[in-house]
């Protein structure tokens, strides 16, 4: 064994080596959701915070989608090997594989989203029964729910988008253990928007994103079993 090939294993087996390539690995990914969502965070920053402008801060989300799937494959796919980190081509790998099948679940989840949005904000003004608020808040909590697992199986799954919205629906249910996991990071996100600021939750997006892999792995593992085609049946 030459001296290089010693040393390179030394450096990345440390007590450290685990840790340091953990928080690597989320401030790379960090980064790469900064760069890829660059086009909407601009002009976003550059609205006021009327709710006419909500129709135009969807469309500033758009470029959210992928760049959340591509880091969902990047922590989905990282190794806690320091000598052997590549979350930044993982990053792109993911989102240049998933791109296409992720908008067709991100955007009209966003639509959704966006017209529950505008018709809570003018409640007031629309004079409608109470209820119609709540059913719509309802709807939204659903459409956010579903969308989390739709990303997750998007993002690591070859499906095509229909049977991907079909799977994020079927597991809403399946796996309650998983809807209420992501009901409580939902929970959890609307908590730092409110105490802190929308700043913060987008510095806190790949341990979010961490935790809502770690609360889907019933899913996945599921969804691994019961939907794909082992790697053994393909020789």
């Known amino acids: 064994m030459s ?16 840790p340091a390539a953990f928080v690597y690995t989320l401030l790379t990914v960090e980064l790469m959701v900064l760069i890829a969502t660059l ?16 129709p135009l801060a969807a469309a500033c989300a758009i470029p959210l989608g992928p760049a959340l799937s591509a880091a969902l494959y990047a922590l989905h796919h990282r190794r806690g090997d320091l000598t052997e980190l590549e979350p930044v081509a993982a990053f792109w790998r993911g989102y240049r594989r998933n791109l296409r099948d992720v908008l067709w679940v991100w955007l009209p989840a966003l639509l959704w989203l966006t017209v529950v949005a505008v018709n809570l904000t003018n409640f007031v003004n629309a004079s409608v029964p109470g209820w119609w608020a709540a059913l719509l808040a309802v709807v939204g909590v659903g459409v956010t729910l ?19 919205a079909k799977l994020a629906a079927y597991y809403l249910g399946h796996t309650p253990g998983v809807t209420l996991g992501n009901a409580c990071l939902l929970i959890v996100a609307g908590a ?5 600021s929308e700043v913060v939750l987008v510095l806190l997006v ?27 049946s393909t020789a």
């Open 39 to 54: 086009p909407g965070l601009v002009p976003l920053a550059l609205l006021g915070s009327d709710a006419s402008n909500l």
């Open 192 to 196: 730092i928007i409110v105490l802190l």
């Open 3 to 18: 001296r290089s090939v010693r040393t390179r294993r030394q450096f990345g087996e440390g007590p450290l080596a685990g």
């Open 146 to 164: 579903w969308l989390a697992n739709a990303l997750v199986i998007a993002s690591l799954f070859a499906f095509r988008p229909r049977d991907t």
């Open 206 to 232: 790949p341990v979010l994103l961490l935790s809502l892999l770690r609360t889907a792995q019933p899913m996945i593992t599921q969804i691994r079993e019961n939907f794909t085609v082992p790697e053994e």
